[in-house]
């Protein structure tokens, strides 16, 4: 009897050994060894990708709105749906962000960070209600709401281009300052992804998006709010894509009517890169941040290890594949492993 | 009715003349039940009695249609499962339903996990928790490994964990050993004992009889949707439970036709897959009905499917006729004249959305196409025939086949594979969820089936029928054929020893 | 024996069905299709009433060589779909057939080889996406937003900074012609010709029957005999090849082989297919549906353009109407279930959201 | 939604030529090559003031993004329409040609500006500049800038544009001509899209730590690069020269990341080839060479070889002079 149940190992002594155990078996690991080799490989054929102040900075910023939207999207999928409208609500914030500080001279940034983040939240709510309420899938729902609200855009914008002098020099010093060589963008995101991947992580909530996305089935017998759980997991995706548009508006200084359009594949593949499983369950918003940061990362590294403008796209494709090819061997790898341990156990 | 001795005072739960329908199937007419404090209480019936609907409906999954429901004598109507949890009832479910990305711990306390600061987690409670929890329970599962490719009986471990660690007032188990092995219903019953005397009350389904012998102090009977009886334990004995179950006589319901048993058609031999089956060989012959008899888990599915080629398999052969079936490949092994009805109609039976005609005709398309067209007229012309042959309850050929009743369910698949004109049947529960009058019809129709010579596996979980049906009864346990036993010598007694028991009883 | 028990069986109660519940024009007039149908044949009717110059043959030329390359998609996309799968890459699979065309031609092949490699390139695009959905077991919506930005990157790098455009007048005419003096273009030929094989295939053959199933249920497809993998596996590679086509036809209609031809069309022909009334669970659809709903976008464009409306409002229309539709249907559903259960009893089972 | 307005207008007049001169059918399109950039909104304003001036009637049209098969769309419905004349920016010398060959034969004159078809597509083509001319001032100032040594790069709008890439590739022999000390190490193409162009410069400084100067002879690349140089430590050291709008780059001639640039005055473009389409409608000109016709507030201009009218030399701006331009 005292053999059949080992008590599981203390975690004090050796949390360190935990961890890296942990840390080595995470599905995220994988595309962070791809990442640093990326870099690696790039600094080596060109020290000035991290050695420059501006490789450095721009290492870190220019990912930095791609990974909001990754975070989002990388939860609106745990819970078994996706958001093509990322790219569309982003330009659509983008673009009231500049209005505001056009119509409303003098307006706190503040004030337009958080206009964004409404706007977004709500055009979020829009996509939530329909895919919880009328129990059409996602895919459908905000591939209409990608053409609907792109649309409202180009109709609200016309040929109007908001420039960087219509914007506050405060606001757009935001899109590339920084403080202590870390620019203030990316220190938005990182902060932003360490609260959502605590938040998914340790808060009943955050484990519930899990267990809606695992078997939403599942999820009803425990008695969880399905349908709040997915209504907020949009709203999360439109408000991180509207806090995205604002910062895109301080970024990038001039803002039409197409800002961030296709950007919903872009966070949409790095959630896949990143371990997100597509349907639902599994996966962390740092998987997706790194993902959205590798592909961002060999996008700018691919010519300077030589590889011609013209072929990048197809070498994302190719990686994107590998990636998902990748993970479905190692998810077979670890439903074999499960297996050969129940025979054991039966044994 | 006697009320047990055990139980004083009013009832911690209790449910009076409740009714639940789907639809035109009424799965409880009158379900009537009273759980007390301190006691341990069996709920037995046969399949499809109601008793896992009279579960849902105390779990608050299902909502009643008629009847009382208490709870302290307090009526209460539970409009989710929320609600019953936090009315301190806990259920373990009859199907494991688990998160199967997430961990075990994870899956204990799903929805109400302990939490600290901030709203934070308590993973360490939590996983100290789960590990005090599988040690009461005797077993060994790794708290932080995923809930995915566990096993059935590990998954119902999980749920059995699950439930207590509610500490709930009422704990609700539908058939929870079903899958077990000895060692571990030995520790769930220590538990549960322990429980009662904490105060709780218990409510243990359960097929085997001497589980529900030994552990429990009173007993409810139901049938056909009904109440029966309660009892207490002393009171009473098996074969007076088992007469009130099935409420008449047994050779009644199963019009066995003597047919001319004929050559070899199906023959198995040594046919095994890692972890599921093992060394499974037998014979069917031409106009004999072969019974696969044993527990729930067994892996008698698993044989049939592997049989049929939708499950790989590692190593052995099946033949038709001396003809190879070859593996996965389910429409060679239809060429050969093999047809399975399988054990989940809803899933793996049906095409719940589409017509009815549609159904009876989607294993024949190849046949029934001209010039390798096929037409809704040449579809309804064949599915008319069939289901006028097995009085299929439909009003119109084009009715979606998922609103039909789960007895006119089954008849479409059994419309279905009969179209194929098979020599062999393999025919898995073929009266699981079905009504008494259907569940002879197509007893009879299985007998005049093997009377015309067809070779005839069924697989079956109810003991008449087995009894009943069969001219040979092969029992599985674990994964193994434990036993043939002859129609003659084949008793309720022998089949379920075969099945419980690990020594075999026949040489 | 036999004969006394089965004789008074049959004699007595031999039961007889109704092939259907409902009268013909009820099955025919009350459904997504015919809706679609009608919506188009009123928008039609609308436009030519209140859209200056919209009534002129020409228009219905224009909009046919228009809409030519997304109706030709739809045909394989309708059938991907109602399998449960999806075929993201099918623009890129135009573009990179029409760089093949043009970098081959250019080489010297003469235009019918190249076209042919062309068409053989798109099979085997699609033979990959298949692969990767079937035999790997990947979620075709992953597969092709990976494949999406692989062939389009082919198709870029290939041609680079270069647009081929010495095509033989020859084809490049035909790809323009009309019929006779009908207005109508050439192109609707093969068109009509694949319109009517996809829809015997779908409609009227095992095939067919087994693609409604698998998106139905592909676990009870499995267990009746259907091979779900090489029915999936044939038709990512007829969506591949047909893409092809279309991308041999949009080169020679502008007499261009570009590497960005066609950039965004995957959007256009999956928000047409599901207008036509092609359930995105898989499992229901039919071909006349889906070639209205690409026709219904395309005349809304046609009919707005020539209103001088601006391409953002179509683009606002397109969307909205593809919500409504998918919403009006699951809504739709919805009344249905509850008369069909009366008595306001829960749903048995237990649904959720799904992508 | 400002062509609803002003073209439902054209349509009533399309028939009557009300206007104008005689009974010719003076409503012009304008058909940029996508809807929302700048370099195009002033053209057709341009435009829109030259049709004013002599009484016909203005729109304008076009998708949203620069495709050749959207144009092409828009072209079909303007032929369908019956509008006089369609002034065009092609996004392809070929895709749009047949489109461009109906709406003739269907009577429309078809003037083509700043980026031309193949010639026999269209009647006349107003060249902003003659591209030797261009070239030839984009080398000019780089070369001053960076002291005539040294590697630049160049940022350009989609691979395929015409203009961009004759541009180049006569650049590219200028500088091997006349500026053997200067290479050019990377092209690298920006869409016309903010975003990418910006990004595109960043790769290309972080590519090229030895880079010297950055050509981009489009509006919004050159937009995109100087606001990445603005806040980068390249700001003074790299410098950046090519195709903007001063409106756009007052800031940055301002604050000295850029020095000079050049274009011509994308507002005179427009209204030439108004004029220019307004002489096709009245029969005044027919696009044969030596063809003279009035542009109003520009005077005089005359068709050149190939049907070809050309606008003048490039003008080069500077921290001296942008403060007297608005556009
Ligand atoms: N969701 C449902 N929809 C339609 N019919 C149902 C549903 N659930 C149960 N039924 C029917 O109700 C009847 C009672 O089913 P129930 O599951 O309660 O039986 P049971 O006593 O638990 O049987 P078993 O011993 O096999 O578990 C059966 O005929 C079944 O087919
Ligand atoms: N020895 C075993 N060890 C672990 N798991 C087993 C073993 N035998 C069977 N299983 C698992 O149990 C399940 C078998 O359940 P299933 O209900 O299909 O069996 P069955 O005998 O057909 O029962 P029934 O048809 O009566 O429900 C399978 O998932 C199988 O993998
Ligand atoms: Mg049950
Ligand atoms: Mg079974």
Redesign the pocket.
């Known amino acids: 009897m005292t053999t059949t149940l080992t008590p599981p190992p203390t975690r004090t002594p050796n949390a360190f050994a935990h961890g890296l155990g942990t840390f080595l078996r995470a599905r995220e690991t994988g595309i962070l060894i791809a990442l640093v080799l990326v870099v690696l490989v790039t600094t080596v054929k060109n020290p000035n990708f991290i050695f420059s102040a501006d490789g450095w900075r721009d290492l870190l910023l220019t990912p930095s709105i791609l990974v909001l939207v990754a975070v989002g999207q990388a939860i609106v999928i745990i819970t078994r749906s996706v958001d093509l409208s990322v790219g569309s609500i982003l330009g659509l914030t983008a673009y009231l962000t500049g209005r505001l500080f056009l119509d409303l001279q003098g307006i706190p940034i503040i004030v337009v960070f958080l206009a964004g983040i409404v706007f977004g939240g709500l055009l979020g709510v829009i996509n939530g209600m329909l895919v919880a309420y009328a129990k059409v899938p996602a895919l459908v729902i905000t591939l209409g709401t990608l053409y609907a609200y792109r649309g409202i855009n180009v109709l609200w914008a016309g040929s109007d281009r908001i420039n960087a002098s219509d914007m506050p020099k405060d606001f757009l010093a935001l899109g590339t300052g920084s403080i202590l060589s870390i620019p203030l963008l990316t220190i938005i995101a990182l902060v932003v992804l360490i609260v959502a991947a605590w938040y998914m992580k340790n808060i009943r909530g955050g484990r519930e998006f899990y267990a809606i996305g695992s078997d939403p089935a599942a999820a009803e017998l425990y008695g969880l709010k399905v349908t709040k759980r997915i209504i907020i997991a949009f709203i999360a995706s439109g408000a991180l894509s509207g806090l995205a548009g604002v910062l895109y508006a301080a970024r990038y200084g001039t803002i039409n009517s197409q800002a961030g359009s296709g950007f919903e594949l872009d966070a949409v593949g790095a959630a896949v890169i990143g371990g997100v499983a597509i349907f639902g369950g599994s996966g962390t918003v740092w998987g997706a941040a790194i993902g959205a940061v590798l592909l961002l990362t060999i996008n700018r590294a691919l010519p300077i290890i030589g590889v011609p403008d013209f072929w990048q796209r197809a070498v994302v494709g190719v990686l994107i594949i590998g990636a998902i090819v990748l993970d479905r061997l190692l998810a077979l790898r670890q439903s074999r492993k499960l297996l050969e341990a ?1 025979e054991y156990s ?1 044994d | 009715m006697t009320i047990s001795p055990s139980t004083t005072g009013s009832p911690a739960l209790e449910l009076r003349d409740v009714a639940k329908s789907f639809g035109s199937v009424v799965a409880l007419r009158s379900g009537t039940l009273a759980l007390h404090s301190n006691s341990i209480h069996a709920l037995v019936g046969e399949n499809g009695a109601g008793k896992s609907t009279l579960v849902k409906i105390i779990a608050g999954l299902y909502q009643r249609d008629a009847g009382i429901f208490t709870l302290e004598g307090q009526p209460v109507d539970f409009k989710s499962t929320a609600e019953s949890k936090a009315a301190g009832i806990a259920v373990i479910y009859q199907e494991p339903t688990l998160f199967p990305d997430l961990s075990v711990t994870e899956n204990v306390f799903m929805g109400r996990q302990p939490t600290g600061r901030f709203g934070r987690i308590d993973r360490k409670a939590m996983r100290t928790e789960v590990v005090g929890l599988f040690k009461r329970l005797g077993v060994r599962i790794d708290p932080d490994r995923p809930a995915e490719g566990l ?3 590990d998954q119902q471990i999980i749920e059995i964990a699950k439930a207590i660690s509610l500490d709930a007032k009422v704990l609700v188990m539908d058939e929870p050993t079903a ?1 077990l092995s000895g060692v571990e219903v030995d520790r769930l019953f220590a538990v549960a004992r322990s429980l009662r005397d904490e105060g709780r009350a218990l409510l243990f389904i359960s097929h085997r009889f001497d589980e529900v012998f030994d552990l429990c102090d009173t007993i409810t009977v139901m049938r056909d949707g009904e109440y029966i009886s309660t009892d207490a334990i002393a009171d009473t004995n098996v074969d007076e439970i088992v007469r009130r179950m099935v409420g008449r006589d047994v050779t009644d319901l199963f019009p066995k036709q003597e047919a001319a048993i004929g050559g070899v058609l199906l023959e198995v031999t040594g046919l095994r897959s890692a ?3 093992n060394d499974i060989s037998f014979q069917v012959h031409a106009g004999e009905i072969v019974a696969l008899a ?9 044989v ?1 499917r592997a049989i049929f080629g939708v499950d790989p398999y590692d190593g052995g052969s099946a033949t038709i006729d001396g003809k190879r079936i070859p593996p996965r490949n389910p429409s060679a092994a239809m060429g050969l004249g093999l047809a399975l009805v399988p ?1 989940d109609r809803r899933k793996q039976g049906l095409v719940l959305d589409s017509s009815v005609s549609r159904n009876i005709t989607m294993a024949i398309q190849r046949q029934l196409a001209k010039l390798g067209l096929i037409t809704s007229g040449i579809e309804n012309a064949s599915a008319q025939i069939w289901a006028s042959r097995l009085e299929v309850k439909a009003s119109a050929l084009d009715t979606v086949a998922g609103t039909l009743s789960g007895g006119n369910q089954q008849k479409v698949v059994l419309g279905k594979w009969l179209a194929t004109d098979p020599r062999v049947l393999i025919i ?2 073929p009266t699981r969820g079905i009504d008494v009058g259907t569940k002879s019809e197509v007893h009879r129709l299985l007998s005049e089936l093997a009377g015309q010579g067809m070779g005839i596996l069924m ?1 079956s ?1 109810e003991l008449p029928e087995v009894l009943g049906m069969a001219d040979r009864v092969l029992v ?1 346990r ?2 193994r054929i434990t036993a043939e036993i002859d129609r003659a010598n084949a008793t309720s007694e022998t089949v379920m020893f075969a099945a419980t028991h690990a020594t075999e009883q026949h040489s | 024996m036999t004969d006394t028990t089965t004789d008074p069986r049959t004699a007595e109660t031999v039961r007889s069905y109704k092939n259907y519940s409902q009268p013909l024009w009820r099955r025919v007039l009350f459904t997504r299709e015919a809706a679609i149908i009608g919506l188009l044949i009123v928008v039609i009717i609308v436009a030519a009433a209140s859209v200056k110059n919209f009534g002129t043959p020409i228009t219905m030329t224009y909009l046919l060589l228009d809409v030519a390359p997304i109706l030709l998609i739809a045909l394989p996309m309708t059938l991907v779909i109602i399998t449960g799968e999806i075929d993201l890459s099918v623009a890129s699979v135009v573009g990179l057939s029409s760089v093949l065309l043009g970098i081959l031609h250019q080489a010297g092949l003469p235009i019918e080889v190249a076209g042919l490699i062309a068409l053989v390139a798109g099979a085997l695009g699609g033979a990959l996406n298949g692969f990767l959905v079937t035999v790997v077991g990947l979620p075709s919506l992953a597969v092709t937003i990976g494949t999406l930005a692989l062939y389009r990157g082919l198709a870029v790098g290939l041609l680079g900074t270069t647009a081929v455009t010495d095509f033989p007048e020859f084809w490049t005419d035909l790809a323009k012609a009309k019929i006779g003096e009908t207005g109508i273009p050439v192109i609707m030929i093969p068109f009509v010709v694949l319109a009517i094989v996809f829809a015997i295939v779908l409609h009227f053959t095992p095939f067919g029957r087994g693609v409604f199933s698998i998106g139905l249920s592909s676990e009870a497809a499995t267990f009746s005999g259907v091979n779900v993998n090489r029915t999936k596996f044939i038709l990512f590679v007829l969506t591949g090849t047909v893409s092809a086509l279309a991308g041999i036809y949009y080169t020679l209609r502008f007499g261009s082989a570009r590497g960005d031809n066609a950039t965004g069309l995957e959007l256009s022909v999956i928000a047409a297919v599901l207008l036509g009334g092609v359930s995105i669970f898989g499992g229901r659809g039919a071909i006349h549906g889906v070639i209205a709903g690409v026709l219904l976008i395309g005349v809304l464009a046609s009919a707005l353009r020539l209103a001088n409306v601006t391409s953002d409002v179509i683009n606002i229309i397109t969307g909205v109407l593809l919500v409504l539709s998918v919403v009006s249907t699951s809504f739709l559903a919805w009344l249905q279930k509850k008369r069909l259960r009366p008595g306001g009893i829960k749903r048995a089972g237990i649904s959720a959201a799904k992508v | 939604a400002t062509g609803c307005a002003s073209n439902g207008s054209t349509s009533d007049s399309s028939e009557g030529g009300d206007s104008g001169s005689g009974d010719a059918n003076l409503s012009i399109t304008f058909l940029p090559k996508n809807l929302g950039n700048p370099y195009f909104d002033t053209s057709d304003a341009g435009g829109q003031k030259a049709v004013e001036s002599f009484g016909g009637t203005f729109a304008e049209v076009g998708p949203a993004e620069a495709s050749p098969d959207a144009q092409v769309s828009y072209i079909n419905t303007l032929t369908q329409q019956g509008v006089g004349g369609i002034v065009v920016s092609a996004n392809d010398p070929k895709a749009i040609c047949d489109a461009l060959n109906e709406a003739r034969d269907a009577g429309v004159k078809v003037v083509t500006f700043d980026s031309d078809t193949n010639p026999e597509c269209r009647d006349i083509f107003v060249n902003q500049a003659d591209s030797a001319g261009i070239a030839q001032v984009q080398v000019d100032l780089i070369a001053e800038q960076i002291g005539d040594a040294g590697e630049i790069a160049i940022l350009s709008a989609a691979a395929n544009a015409t203009n961009q890439n004759e541009w180049i590739d006569l650049m590219k022999e200028e500088l091997a001509a006349s500026h053997p000390n200067i290479t050019v190490v990377d092209t690298v193409y920006g869409d016309d899209d903010d975003q990418t162009s910006f990004d595109k410069t960043a790769a290309l400084l972080q590519t090229h730590p030895n880079l010297k100067g950055i050509v981009s002879p489009t509006t919004v690349g050159i937009a995109a690069a100087a606001r990445y140089l603005q806040t980068s430590d390249f700001k003074g050291k790299v410098a950046l020269t090519g195709l903007g709008t001063p409106n756009q780059m007052r800031d940055y001639v301002e604050d000295g990341t850029v020095t000079a640039f050049a274009l011509w005055n994308p507002a005179d473009l427009g209204y030439l080839s108004a004029f220019a389409a307004k002489a096709l409608i009245e029969g005044t000109i027919t696009g044969a060479e030596g063809d003279t016709f009035d542009a109003g507030d520009l005077g005089e201009y005359t068709v050149g070889a190939d049907g070809v009218v050309l606008l003048g030399d490039p003008f080069v701006f500077d921290a001296d002079n942008i403060g007297d331009f608005d556009f």
């Open positions: 129940r039966d | 096993s059935i009986a899958a972890g599921v089956f044993g527990l729930v888990g067994a892996g008698r599915s698993e049939a054990e898995d529960e697989i979980s599985m674990e994964g």
